[in-house]
């Protein structure tokens, strides 16, 4: 059984990955067919596009009644996205850190941490409201990216998602395929992980909260993690700190945002208020430290190091706890 439950979370993982893949393509070509600019699709269209994996399985969570893993998903791919991807790909290649990290990356991250901190804390379930509330300030969010970066005439720096410009070439027909099979990937994959991540946390006798912020979360973070480390061996430019920031908010505003107005989200387990949450906060919480002590703008490989320790910590105390 538990062979069986761990092939199928593996194979969900899978198909989250090239159902991701097949949606950015698609949707980024889509964005050039409708004449948006570069900016506006790295900023929106990306962000969106590789959010969908875990927005998709906190839907399906959702709606299949294990709230658990909804919440658990998002809060502990925000931990790993800074402990482990950050951490692992500092301690290969040292990342500098620029101004909007201080000016606007950072202080809209703490923002909507603390927000869902509050909105878990005033109640037992993410209502609709409350997540329409959440959408709406990731709008102004996104305004206000466009906005900077049409007064200052070039790219927030470390906020805007790459954009491939050879998508803009891909044919009608092309664009419909690659959205029918990232989406067929996306809801089939999530389908088989949320399926193989209950039975596995029934079969090992935890919760679903535990599974779904340890497995499934390091799972929804393996691809941006091999891609950082494989630049960083490169020495190319490795992670953007900025992207990682921004796709934390996405986390939290755009998956836990929409999938509480399509379905409220119930708080089933008290230890994602009164220890997952706190975990997530300090991360966050920490940048700021490690961006200014005890050298400025740079985490170094020390610093890496002792997110990675962090980041470990956190996963024994869960399984322990």
């Known amino acids: 059984m538990g062979i069986t439950n761990i092939f199928l979370i593996f194979l969900g993982l899978t198909l989250l990955v090239i159902g991701g893949e097949f949606l950015v393509r698609s949707s980024v070509a889509l ?32 709606l299949d009644g294990f709230s658990d893993i909804s919440l658990g998903n998002v809060i502990g791919s925000n931990i790993a996205n800074i402990g482990l991807v950050l951490g692992a790909t500092a301690v290969i290649s040292p990342l500098v850190i620029d101004k909007e990290f201080y000016r606007l990356n950072w202080p809209v991250l703490i923002f909507f941490s603390i927000a869902l901190f509050v909105l878990l804390k005033s109640g037992n379930e993410l209502t609709q409201v409350e997540g329409f509330g959440l959408l709406l300030l990731l709008v102004a969010y996104l305004c206000l990216l466009v906005y900077n970066t049409r007064k200052s005439h070039k790219a927030v720096e470390g906020t805007v998602h790459e954009v491939d410009e050879t998508l803009s070439r891909v044919s009608n027909f092309k664009i419909i395929v690659w959205l029918l099979l990232g989406g067929f990937a996306l809801w089939g994959g999530s389908k088989w992980l949320v399926e193989g991540a209950v039975d596995l946390a029934t079969s090992l006798g935890v919760s679903e ?61 008290h230890e994602v208020v009164s220890v997952d949450i706190y975990w997530m906060l300090a991360f966050a919480g920490s940048l700021i430290l490690f961006a200014l002590f005890p050298k400025r703008n740079e985490i170094g490989r020390t610093k890496g190091l002792m997110m990675v320790v962090a980041y470990a910590t956190f996963l024994s105390m869960t399984f322990i706890g």
């Not at 948006?36 to 839907?59: D, N, R, W």
């Not at 691809?223 to 430019?237: G, R, T, V």
Request: aromatic share 4%; net charge positive.
């Open 209 to 269: 909260r535990v599974i779904a912020v340890t497995m499934i979360a390091v799972g929804t973070s393996v691809p941006e993690l091999a891609a950082s480390i494989i630049a960083a061996l490169k020495k190319e430019k490795a992670l953007s700190l900025g992207n990682l920031i921004g796709s934390n908010i996405f986390n939290i505003a755009c998956v836990l945002g929409l999938t509480s107005v399509i379905h409220p989200i119930e708080i089933k387990s």
């Open 31 to 62: 964005s050039f067919k409708l004449k948006l600019s570069k900016m506006v699709i790295g900023l929106t269209v990306v962000s969106f596009a590789t959010s969908a994996p875990e927005l998709i399985v906190s839907l399906n969570a959702a």
